[in-house]
């Protein structure tokens, strides 16, 4: 399964902007009585609870972690909150790959991200929001759409597609009541039930998701931030590729 979910977690084009990015060197924790300057690099905050040591986590874990952070660049702060409890750690990202990198069905990966960003930004999730709209950022190619979602996304410039299928995930966010009225607002765009099944599976997790940021107080990498904002100097490559 782990190699599995890191293939999928960090698909090439991901995989080009997550290793390109400079990796933040986090001070360790200083001698007690050392008085931290104003100058000092801010010290990494994942979680308010105990991030494990690797040597008392499962193998499992460990490997999914080591491959993750290797294949990156960098280790996603969810994989650090979440392994305080390994069971469960298991248990979310099988669910998360499941619903997020499943190759059926009429959800684009961008279309899934997006949902991801509309409905953390409601639930005032800053992780799920930073994290996924890096996602959405690379899949899109489009760098400015998620920051209009963000602000608001009855505003943003979004494809009939992409309104309906926001609605829809923003009604099951908010607990709505589900009516036929909305099936039909997703049919009339191209969805059908199997989709609106995975827009609303995404809505119901991610719910569950900006939860446990909230309780763990989890931090997005800084990585997150410019993933995606600005396009890859492709001549740079060509001209590694001719030796210049």
């Given amino acids: 399964m782990a190699s599995n979910l890191v293939s999928r977690w960090f698909r090439p084009r991901v995989f080009t902007q997550l290793v390109s990015l400079r990796l933040v060197r986090v001070p360790r924790q200083k001698e007690a009585g050392i008085r931290l300057f104003s100058s000092d690099p801010p010290r990494e905050n994942v979680s308010r609870y105990p991030v494990p040591n690797k040597k008392d986590l499962p193998f499992d874990v460990v490997d999914l972690m080591e491959e993750v952070e290797s294949k990156g660049g960098f280790l996603p702060n969810v994989f650090k909150a979440l392994s305080h409890r390994p069971a469960e750690f298991r248990a979310f990202f099988a669910y998360y790959n499941e619903l997020m990198n499943k190759e059926t069905g009429g959800l684009t990966k961008a279309d899934r991200e997006l949902i991801v960003?509309?409905?953390?930004?409601?639930?005032?999730?800053?992780?799920?929001?930073?994290?996924?709209?890096?996602?959405?950022?690379i899949y899109s190619k489009k760098p400015t759409l998620c920051d209009q979602v963000i602000v608001n996304y009855e505003n943003a410039e979004l494809s009939p597609r992409e309104s309906a299928m926001l609605d829809f995930a923003m009604a099951v966010c908010r607990s709505d009541t589900v009516t036929e009225q909305h099936f039909q607002s997703l049919e009339e765009v191209g969805f059908d039930r199997e989709d609106a099944w995975d827009i609303a599976a995404i809505a119901a997790f991610f719910a569950m998701s900006n939860r446990l940021a909230h309780l763990t107080d989890m931090r997005p990498n800084v990585e997150f931030y410019n993933m995606g904002r600005t396009p890859k100097d492709r001549s740079k490559d060509k001209g590694k590729e001719k030796g210049e």
């Fill in 117 to 137: 960003v509309a409905t953390s930004t409601h639930n005032k999730c800053l992780y799920c929001v930073v994290s996924h709209s890096a996602l959405h950022r």
